[in-house]
């Protein structure tokens, strides 16, 4: 099918030192992301998935995967994700999301769905605040980008609410709950699908419904 509906899932994945504890379970529940958004391109024939993967510490941000199409993507594994240092959500999300904003500036059937995936708040970014980030996301959601952010160990809503994020999800930092955090995820991202293939308009909060 020509000129299918592009949908860019961008994911910015915390690789600060306390992520440590939760490795493996991060980065088997990616590749769980991975495997979720191929059965989705599957069901829904009429979209394009393409995936960009971003992490973030303190000792930079890395961009695992820039606008990869799903069928060429490989799994993550631990020598990729070494959680280590500070949390500098900030810079981590506006870098990547005006570098996707750059790429996709160029095309008129698109939307694009943000993950932001952290157990803990922000304390380490230069070159972003809170204040630029809520105006940047604002602007945003104006042309089909959707934003979703998941967290522990912190008022999750409260810090969403903060850079105008209204769609989250907590989850316990353990294995179990990063399964059971994943598997809710996974429900959402056919969901979302669902509405565009409908052509149904993405509420903020589709986690919830």
């Known amino acids: 099918m020509t000129n299918k509906h592009k949908v860019y899932n961008l994911i910015i994945l915390d690789e600060s030192g306390s992520m440590q504890s939760i490795k493996r379970a991060t980065i088997s529940g990616f590749n769980e992301v991975v495997q979720t ?3 989705v391109e599957e069901q829904f024939p009429e979209q394009e998935h393409i995936i960009s993967l971003v992490t973030f510490n303190g000792l930079g941000i890395k961009t695992l995967l820039f ?5 060429n993507l490989e799994e993550i594994d631990e020598k990729r994700y070494q959680p280590a240092s500070m949390t500098p959500l900030y810079d981590a999300m506006g870098f990547s999301m005006t570098k996707l ?3 996709v500036e160029q095309f008129k059937n698109y939307n694009v769905l943000v993950t932001i995936l952290t157990d803990g708040e922000e304390n380490a970014s230069k070159e972003y605040n809170g204040k630029t980030i809520k105006k940047l996301i604002e602007e945003l959601k104006l042309n089909n980008w959707t934003f979703t952010y998941i967290g522990a160990n912190h008022d999750v809503e409260k810090f969403a609410q903060t850079i105008s994020i209204t769609n989250t999800m907590k989850f316990q930092a353990t294995n179990a709950g990063m399964k059971q955090m994943f598997a809710k995820e996974k429900k959402a991202r056919f969901l979302y699908s669902s509405k565009l293939s409908k052509g149904e308009e993405v509420s903020d909060d589709f986690y919830d419904e």
């Open 37 to 39: 958004v191929k059965g």
């Open 101 to 103: 904003k750059t790429e």
């Open 67 to 71: 606008n990869e199409k799903v069928s």
